[in-house]
Each structure stands twice: as C-alpha cells, then as structure tokens.
C-alpha cells in the first residue's frame, strides 16, 4: 500500500510538468496579443505605450523564459497578475470564484448520486420491465439533451412563465441587509436551476452505470449464494449486492471532475453565477493569459488531485485491494 | 471497410437489424444526411432573408417554427444549421480517430519508452476539462468553423488511443504477426497492413459516439458566441438569440434545441446498437 502510493506520488512530477508545458504552449502558441485586444479600445495609443506595455507583461522576452518566469512562479504558488484593468493577482481572484464552483458541484453531486444509484438499481433487478425501459429511455434522452438547452428551458418555464424563481446571479440586489435564514432562502432560490442543470448532464451516465455494475454483480456466484441460503431479496440486494456495485463508482467520481469544472462555463455564463467557469469565459474573451493559464492549471492539477484520492478511496473500500500486497 | 465481408453478412448486420432502436438511430442519421444535402431544396425561405414585417413572429402556417429577432424563417435557418453540425461532427472525429488511432498503434506495438511517453500524454490531456482548453484555444483563433473541427478534434483522441493500444497489445502477441515478422515484414507494414484493420473495429463505436459529441461541442461553442459565426446558421447561435429573447419567443429556443437533442440521441443509439452488434457475449 505505502509502495502504491509512493509511486503515485512520484507520477504526478511529470503529470504536473506536462500540465504546465501543455497550457503554456496553448496560450503562447496561439496568434493574436493580448496588447493588441487593449490597444483596440483606444486607438489612440502610439506605438511607444505598446512596446512599454508589452515589456511590463513580459511578452517580449523569449518563449523559453516566458515559461520558466511562469513555472518558476507557479511553484512558489504565484500565478501573476491579472491584466485585465483592476491588475490584482490571479490567485485571488481564483480563490473568491473557486468555493462559488465548488460548493456548487458538490451539492449538484449528491444530488446527482443520491439519485443514480437507486435509478441504477432499481433498473438493475427489474430489468427487462417497463420499469426497466423507461429509464433506459430517460437515461439517452438525458445523454443527449445539451446543458445549455436544458438551462435555457428551465429560464423559460421557472422563471419567465411560472416567475417562481430568480433568472441571474447568487443573491438578490439588497438581500446582505437580510436576516440570515432570508438570506439562505434567498440564496438556495437562486441555486435551484444551477444545480438542476449541473446534475442532469452527469445523472443519466451515472445511472447507467450503476445498472451494468449492478447487473454484473448480480450475477455472479456469491449472489446466488446468499438467494440460495433464503435471504429475503432486499438483504440480497442491499447487503450484498450494493456494497460491491458501489465500489466502480469512486473511481467514476475522480474521472468526474474536469466534466464538472468544463461544464460549469456554461451554467454560469447562463444564470450569471461568478464562479470559476464565468471568470474563464471573461479571461478568454478579454485574453487574460495569466487568468486562463491558472485556472487551466488548477483545474487539471484539481482533477489529478481527484483522481488520485479516489485511487486511494478504492484501495481503502475494497478489502481485495487493500489486504493484497501493492 | 474493416470488417470480412462474410463477418459483415452473416453476423453484424443481422444482429445490427434486429436492434430497433439502432436502426431509428441509423434512419435519423441518414436523414439528417439527405437535409443537409438538400436543404437549399427543402427549406421554405432563404436562411437569410431579412423580413422586417415578420420580426419574432411565432410559429405559423407560413413560418413553421416561426421567425427570429430579423423575421428570418426559423425552420429554414434549423435545416442549414444540419450541415454545419453534420460537417463538425465528421471532420472533428476524423481527426480524433486518425490521431488515436496512430498514437494508440505505436503505443501497444512498441511498448517500453514510447509506450509511457505517449500513455502520459494521454494522462495529461484527459486532466484537462476539455471545454476549457477548446474555449481557450479557439477565442485566441480568428473565429472559423475549420478551427473548431481541429480543435474539437485534438482535444477528443484519448480515448481512442487507449482503445486501440489495448486491442494492439493482444494483437501484436498473436501468432500470424510473429509470422510476418519472420518473413521479413518491416514495422510499419506489420503495424499498418497486419495490425491496424483488426484493431480497428471498437473504434467505430466510439467514432459514432464522438460525433454526437463533437455535435454538442460545437452547439455549446456556437451558443457562447464563439463558434459558427452569424448569420451563417448554426443550432447553437440561434440558441444564443433564443437566450437573448427568452421572455417573448419561446419558438427560437426550443426547435433548435430539439433539433440538437434528435440527432445527438441518433448518433448515440446507432452507437450503441453498433457496440451490441459486435459484442460477442450479446446476445439478442
């Protein structure tokens, strides 16, 4: 076990560095300068300020240093400054958008689980019923419904035809005077559609995977064992059954995480959320390389981050791994 | 094309055609191809005809779908938009399904050394979200639906790489390949004539169900405003004026929309029907 994780441990040195040397390359390597997208705004900047301002960003340094200037940074936890207008650094930046995305996904992943898995079982042990094909139905409609459609759809019917709920943002205009569980209420509103829309587009994969990893677990020996013994059917299922049809998910849940933070853009560019997706989409269009190359880098260091931790939850949950010698 | 013909016959296509949902899947897609052909036949206005009479009028007689915020027909502008989604989605997976398949070949047949460096590769590409590193790469590009194939198409080869490299390594321990290299076969001939057409059959399923994908992929971009570029229609830019006029043309967002939905749900069912069909341990 100690041996499995050292070299874990040890392969996220190159996966790191290649993270790094990929977004750097994707940003630098492109055409275009981020000067010229603020010299469009006012034409009146001679061609002076441009090499003035091209120097304080470091652009006209060589592509080599650029990138060692940056990892160099990057490994003392300093991702630059923004160059958007307001120049504050990107780390905080990030570090207001990220809890917004994170709390987000998490709370759109238990619901997302809290329903796939007994979508998945239900399928499972009625299978070939109506029950069976419905949610077989469901689960390629789900797949093939885009997220972005789905948010808009829900905009139309919660919030322009019923008017139950808020359209844009977090918080209501005014809601911090507020008592606190106001607040909170206020808040859970506007976060109804963002979750919905964030959970739907992982729930009918997942739910389809439980099925299968539900239904090779059925049939294998030890089930018709325990049924054999005279096990009442929900042991056999529930006991039995669940515990090792659950153990595939964990690795499914690290493999989840870059969807997650992909998809996000574009929940939170809909419903006007700042969270990380939206600070990406505005770093983009305003060609922020320091903003986009750190929440590239962070969003695929959190995804090697995810996967290893669930890597290790398995070893932990499955007593086959964790005994053996590894 | 890979497959014997007997094998095609007598096993793939029957068990193909007993799969109803595959088949609706495969007739919707052949249609899709048919509209996108014809559309300059079957569409009842030009895509672009700017009306002013009829500006965001809703669904009628004489505009099926209704019109958006310039009086354009809608139903005219949701069958040209058939080929843009029809072309990203052939020519983003080709390249994804040329490049894995290349990587995933030279991955499982000479293992060791190139094996990791290229498996690594892999690894990092898939840390990344990939509609992050899409959306960074195409704004910093001059907007072109070229870019958004290539780009679609360099970020989705993983998972064919891993597929063909595992099917290589089994491949490659086989007796016939042995025989090949001792009568003198070069690498590359064993690698491309010998190895290659057997390797390749998973890869269909997963071609069909990236089309889907890449499908969605270009709507989303589309709709975000960095994608297909107006007036050329695209289903994701008439989303974008469907978000725009939310509160009085429900028409504009949800056709498009359903339009997206069909030929998604196609390409994923003729997938899968695909997968059943050459699955040996299916049986139907």
Redesign the interface.
């Known amino acids: 076990m100690t041996t499995y994780l050292l070299k874990r441990i040890l392969l996220l040195i ?2 790191m560095f ?2 790094t040397l ?2 750097f390359s ?2 630098h390597l ?3 300068e981020p000067v010229e997208m603020q010299m469009a705004m006012n034409p009146k900047v001679g061609k002076e300020a441009r090499e003035r301002l091209t120097k304080f960003y470091g652009l006209d340094k060589p592509l080599h240093e650029q990138y060692l200037s940056w990892v160099g940074k990057l490994a003392r936890l300093d991702l630059g400054r923004s160059f958007s207008p307001d120049g504050r650094p990107v780390k905080d930046k990030i570090k207001e958008r990220l809890p917004v995305t994170i709390s987000l996904n998490i709370i759109a992943l238990i619901l997302e689980f809290g329903l796939a898995i007994p979508i998945g079982i239900l399928a499972a042990t009625r299978r070939d019923t109506w029950l069976d094909k419905g949610i077989t139905v469901f689960v ?2 789900g ?7 789905l948010a ?2 829900l ?2 019917l919660f919030g ?1 035809r019923l008017g139950w709920l808020p359209i844009s943002g977090l918080h209501t205009l005014g809601s911090d005077s507020w008592g606190t569980l106001h607040y909170l209420w206020d808040m859970a509103k506007h976060l109804v559609m963002p979750v919905m829309v964030a959970s739907f587009g992982s729930l009918a994969g997942l739910s389809r995977y439980m099925r299968s990893a539900m239904l090779n677990v059925i049939s294998q020996d030890y089930i018709t064992t325990a049924r054999a013994k005279g096990l009442p059917e929900r042991v056999v299922i529930y006991k039995h059954a669940l515990r090792n049809a659950l153990l595939p998910l964990i690795t499914l849940l690290g493999f989840s995480i ?2 997650l ?3 996000s ?2 929940f939170e ?2 419903y006007a959320i700042p969270g990380m997706g939206q600070l ?2 505005q770093g ?2 305003s ?1 922020d390389y320091p903003v ?1 190359m750190g ?2 880098v962070i ?3 959190l ?2 981050l995810g ?1 290893l931790i669930a890597d290790l939850c398995y070893a932990l949950a499955d007593p086959r791994i964790r005994h053996g010698e590894g | 094309m890979v497959f014997r013909h007997s094998y095609l016959y007598s096993i793939f296509w029957p068990r193909l055609k007993r799969n109803r949902l595959a088949l609706f899947g495969g007739a919707v897609v052949l249609a899709l191809f048919l509209i996108s052909l014809a559309a300059p036949l079957i569409a009842p206005y030009d895509p672009n005809a700017i009306n002013a009479w009829k500006v965001l009028s809703p669904p009628s007689w004489q505009n099926w779908f209704g019109t958006d915020e310039l009086g354009r027909d809608v139903l005219s502008r949701v069958l040209f938009g058939a080929r843009i989604s029809l072309k990203v989605g052939f020519v983003a997976v080709g390249i994804a399904v040329t490049i894995g398949t290349v990587i995933g070949l030279l991955s499982g047949y000479y293992s060791g050394a190139v094996d990791s460096v290229l498996m690594r590769l892999v690894d990092i590409m898939l840390c990344f979200p990939a509609f992050f590193l899409i959306l960074a790469v195409i704004t910093f590009l001059e907007p072109s639906i070229w870019y958004i194939m290539i780009v679609i198409g360099l970020t989705g080869w993983m998972g064919v790489a891993r597929l063909v490299r595992a099917e290589t390594l089994s491949i490659r321990e086989m007796d016939y390949i042995m025989a090949a290299r001792c009568i003198g076969c070069s690498n590359a001939r064993i690698i491309f004539r010998h190895i290659l057409p057997n390797a390749v059959s998973p890869v269909l399923v997963s071609a069909t169900l990236g089309v889907a994908g890449a499908i969605l992929t270009e709507s989303a971009l589309s709709f975000l405003g960095i994608g297909v570029q107006p007036p050329t229609p695209s289903w994701g830019n008439i989303l974008t004026s469907g978000k725009d006029y939310i509160e009085f043309a429900w028409w504009l967002s949800l056709f498009p929309g359903l339009a997206i939905l069909v030929t998604v749900l196609a390409y994923n069912l003729l997938g899968e029907g695909i997968r059943d069909a050459l699955d040996p341990r299916v049986k139907r």
Do not use: S
Not at chain 1, 143 to 149: L, M, N, Q, S, Y
């Open positions: 190159p996966l290649g993270i990929i977004t994707v940003i492109a055409p275009g390629f409609v797949f093939a419904v885009p997220t972005f459609w808009l759809l905009m139309y322009v870059p969807g933070i992909g998809g853009v574009i560019t809909i990406f989409y983009v269009m060609r986009v929440i590239l969003g695929a260091f995804t090697l996967n």
